[in-house]
């Protein structure tokens, strides 16, 4: 998903969101499909952009296809949020809500079991899913 938390790790399964929105005119082709978490999914909905909260703009949303996840996110210290390093990740960040008070909490105790937070140098982010 777009935190990069595993469905095995959640034990909710992921489920297809299509980047550019059905709304949109997006295409249910592969290139335009990524796995989100049920919520994170719902509260993008038929958006393609959202507001920075730092600077008040419009900035696009992250596309996992085409965009470096270490480039627009990085995690707190604690590991436990999901910090916004452009306006993109930033706009993500508040339009998915990836920062909720329950997975804070979850992540707490992720973090505390050794399992979290995942690791951002994976495959998927040095290829991109680009195919």
């Known amino acids: 998903g777009y935190c990069l938390s ?18 949109k005119a997006g295409d249910t082709v592969r290139n335009n499909l ?4 049920r919520p994170c999914n719902e509260y993008k909905g038929a958006e393609t952009h959202a507001q920075d909260p730092e ?3 419009s900035a696009p949303l ?11 996110f990085a995690w707190s210290k604690d590991g436990t949020l999901v910090v916004g ?6 706009a993500t960040v508040a339009a ?9 909490r979850a992540r707490r105790r992720w973090v505390a079991a050794g399992w979290h937070p995942p690791s951002v140098f994976s495959l998927r982010d040095r290829y991109h899913w680009v195919r």
């Open 55 to 57: 600077t008040g703009e």
């Open 62 to 72: 992250f596309n996992p296809r085409q965009q470096a996840w270490a480039k627009h």
């Open 96 to 104: 998915l809500q990836m920062n909720r008070a329950l997975l804070v």
């Open 85 to 90: 390093l452009t306006p993109t990740g930033r």
């Open 34 to 37: 990524w796995l989100a978490c």
């Open 6 to 23: 595993d469905e095995l790790l959640t034990g909710v399964p992921l489920t297809i969101e299509h980047i550019v929105p059905v709304a």
